[in-house]
């Protein structure tokens, strides 16, 4: 299978900070998704980027498929955002690869 | 409108009951996915699933079956429960690889 690792683990941010996450991949996918896990454990989808960058409000998302990596970029965070954002890919097949998650925390 | 429902959100039953956990999705999509969240907030595929193939995690033990009784329904069945089956089970969707879709999840306790 497919290994993805993000970065940082952990993060805590001061209200209106803001903050990237990396998500790399230890081999090319065709599809990748940001998700954010909310406190209530909802999984909210935040980008579907297979490559590319887009844009969400204060969210924004970078995937460099050839050198196997995305970026989530955080702006002005809000207490609201606290809770886990986690990267996932598929190559071939129906799977998704899951990265472990970083955890971020904002504080006001 | 819920894109993807799976119920209950919570269910506490006794080690060697059998349970099982439905979900539904009204996205129009072929695929439907299982997933256990451990408690370290790890998310690892258990089953994949369309009209024509089941591809199974070969970590899962048999004791996990899905059952499909069309092609917007996956349900999730567990016979003989044990403490280690404590997790969070979130089903998803999607169409043709494409973006994929969560429910709420399912937190399963097992005393």
């Known amino acids: 299978g497919i290994q993805v690792e993000q970065s940082p683990p952990d993060l805590i941010l001061q209200e209106g900070a803001n903050s990237t996450l990396r998500c790399n991949f230890s081999?090319?996918?065709?599809?990748l998704q940001w998700f954010h896990q909310n406190p209530w454990g909802q999984l909210i989808n935040l980008f579907y980027?297979?490559?590319g960058t887009k844009q969400n409000g204060r969210l924004s998302a970078t995937t460099v498929a050839t050198e196997r990596y995305s970026l989530l970029y955080i702006s002005s965070s809000q207490t609201t955002d606290s809770g886990v954002y986690f990267c996932a890919g598929r190559r071939t097949g129906n799977q998704f690869y899951f990265g472990t998650g970083t955890s971020l925390t904002v504080i006001p | 409108d819920t894109a993807v429902s799976q119920t209950p959100k919570y269910l506490v039953t006794q080690m060697g009951n059998d349970k099982s956990i439905k979900c539904e999705q009204n996205?129009?999509?072929?695929?439907m996915y299982w997933y256990k969240q451990d408690s370290k907030k790890f998310l690892k595929i258990m089953f994949s699933?369309?009209?024509?193939?089941?591809?199974i995690n070969e970590t899962v033990p048999n004791r996990f079956s899905p059952k499909s009784p069309d092609k917007a329904h996956l349900n999730l069945h567990i016979n003989s429960l044990e403490l280690g089956d404590s997790a969070v089970y979130f089903c998803?969707?999607?169409?043709?690889?494409?973006?994929?879709?969560f429910g709420q999840g399912t937190r399963l306790t097992v005393v």
């Open positions: 998803a969707s999607s169409q043709a690889g494409a973006e994929a879709f």
């Open positions: 699933y369309n009209n024509k193939e089941l591809i």
């Open positions: 081999d090319s996918v065709n599809n």
């Open positions: 996205l129009g999509h072929d695929t």
């Open positions: 980027i297979p490559s």
